[in-house]
């Protein structure tokens, strides 16, 4: 049996999950054409549909990404109609986003868009909580590394 080189490519899992990560967002890409929605914007989406209000902040925390990234996808929605931005009443220094009611209409049609996605990817609800409990079992430990 030969052995496994520890530095081959195909054994790094940074390496599958950049690839898994660019392949996965560019199959998205076709499918959230027609909402006029880019990836990133769908998780902002998706995220104020869960939501429908909460702070740039907490946006950023719950997205994983800076405020500084997540401001232009919000101007970009914004001019869209499809969220709202607007000083919270009780802390003139927090920025609320709100969903629209164009935002929620978009969301009747994204409803679509697990399903067309489970399809392409060749994979069952099964296949998809699992992969998903492993996902968030390596961004959790690669967070406990950073932040050690």
């Known amino acids: 049996m030969p ?21 996965v967002v560019a199959s998205y890409r076709s499918v959230l054409e027609p909402l006029g929605l880019t990836h990133p914007q769908y998780l902002v989406m998706l995220a104020l549909w869960q939501h429908d209000e909460i702070s740039v902040k907490g946006l950023s925390e719950l997205l994983h990404l800076d405020p500084g990234t997540l401001s ?3 101007k970009r929605l914004e001019s869209a109609g ?27 049609r994204a409803l679509d868009v697990p399903t067309t996605m489970l399809e392409r990817l ?10 998903n409990a492993v996902l968030h079992r390596i961004i959790d430990a690669a967070h406990e590394s950073v932040t050690a």
């Open 82 to 108: 499809l969220v709202s931005r607007a000083r919270s009443a009780s802390d003139e220094r927090t920025l609320a986003i709100r969903v629209t009611d164009e935002g929620r209409t978009l969301r009747q």
């Open 122 to 131: 060749g994979m069952s609800t099964d296949d998809l909580a699992t992969t």
């Open 72 to 74: 232009p996808l919000l």
């Open 3 to 23: 052995t496994r080189d520890p530095l081959a490519l195909e054994e790094q899992v940074c390496f599958a999950l950049a690839v898994a990560s660019r392949e």
